[in-house]
């Protein structure tokens, strides 16, 4: 009976596997025990896709994300309280040796609370600014929520985020809208390239704070889309930090709620776009996979197998110059519980480069073949007229993907003493050829016509 017992825990437990590819053990850090009835819902799905969720104070003794120098923790949620310090488990600097070990975390901001100082400091280490003051909140006059904030207006209904452009994927597409109750707005430094912004507020929107007593605003923190309401940071090693403008977003109260507007009722979508969300952050979604990487002499048989990748005497160590090279590569995307095959967005293609200091070639790789949970891309191109050390790499990065970087080592030497052409294959040098004998074959006439010739004889006067 015990061995039938343990197959059914094992059963069990690969049955509530957590979705995540990096793991399913989540930290929610929340002050206040008796707000976790506000996020009942939000942590209910998270545990029924697989999450093993603990729920602790920061002011807890045993509150660590680490353990004995590993991660405790696979994910982290920091929701707002009331204290301004997280102490010393949760500072910035904890936050950001988390993320340098491929953690990943979910900060969700409330204009009814101080933001602590250490989150502070984290999202100016990222170039990520929130208002200084405490009550500051997004304000649009156009797109707010008439039952809730019909004075206020600080309820916003936005539609789902659109892509960033055309060959960005949009992991958080969806129908109808989303209720953004008193949110802190973001504004996004321009020189990071690893910061996104996921939902960004309107164009009439601006940060305003009802405590001040002007009747106008004459100084808003920022204005329009200058305003992020959820800001995305992923770092070089793929770990993920996003920023909630609004922690209420994840309450019960706006899952499916009802609103209103421009006179138009309206069933909030807050539950669903919070399993986006947190899809992408906790790393269900948005993640490659680089499977068998080949690259080989192409001496035709590219052209017959190339649908395959098993293509005898493969990866070879060295290669000559100007030689024809076939390389092929397996790519897959994580989707919540499988691989499958990757497919760039429209206007986006994976390039390889081959490089020794810098790419001598930048190739964009095409899709040849597909397998149940990879695509095989692939392409053919000449080595350089350079000798030396190359590498076969590509260096892939796209917004809300995990980064590629693959490389290969290889040697391109120079044309051996036997490999040259001979000089009578090369028509051009037939002119200095018949030169040459034209030469040795007059010369050698001179040297016959001067030995065979007799000398002429001089007379010879006789005297007396």
Known sequence: MRWLFSLLLLALLGAVQALSYTGGRLLVVLEEQSEREKYSVFL???????????????????????????????????????????????????????????????????????????????????????PSDKGALVVDHFNYDSNSAAEKHDVLLLPYPKP???????????????????????????????????????CTAYSYNPKDEADAVEDPFA???????????????????????????????????????????????????????????????????????????????????????AIPENNPKIYRVKQDVAFQVEISEYQGDHLAPYFPAPGDSVQLEFSMLSPFHRLNLTPISQTANSTIFGVSF???????????????????????????????RHFAHDEWPRSWQISGAWVWIGGIWVTVVGWVAFVAVWLYSAPTEKSVKKTQ
């Open 44 to 130: 209910e799905d998270l545990a029924a896709r697989g999450f093993h969720t603990t729920v602790d104070s920061p002011k807890s003794d045993k509150l660590s994300l680490f353990r004995h120098g590993e991660r405790a923790y696979d994910h982290v949620i920091l929701l707002p309280g009331k204290s301004k310090g997280l102490g010393p488990a949760l500072t910035a600097t904890q936050f950001l040796d988390f993320m340098k070990k491929e953690g990943n975390v979910l900060v969700a901001l409330s204009s009814d609370h101080a933001t602590p100082t250490a989150v502070q400091s984290l999202l100016l280490e990222l170039d990520i600014h929130v």
């Open 164 to 202: 960033l452009r055309p060959d960005v994927k949009n992991y958080f597409a969806g129908e109808g809208f989303i209720a953004v109750p008193r949110a802190i707005g973001q504004t996004l430094g321009n020189e990071s390239p690893l910061i996104e912004p996921i939902l960004r507020a309107p």
């Open 223 to 309: 204005t329009g889309e200058q305003l992020s309401i959820v800001s995305s940071m992923q770092a070089h090693n793929s770990a993920r930090l996003t920023v909630l403008g609004a922690a209420e977003m994840l309450q019960n109260g706006w899952f499916a709620e009802k609103a209103t507007l421009n006179g138009k009722a309206i069933k909030t979508a807050n539950r669903d776009f919070a399993q986006k969300l947190t899809a992408w952050t906790f790393k269900e979604t948005g993640v490659l996979k680089i499977g068998k990487l080949f690259h080989y002499l192409d001496e035709g048989v590219s052209k017959k197998l190339n649908t395959s990748l």
């Open 382 to 412: 000449k080595t350089p007229d350079q000798h030396g050390i190359f590498n076969f790499r590509i260096n892939y990065r796209r917004p809300f993907l995990t980064n590629v970087d693959e490389k290969r080592q290889v040697t391109v």
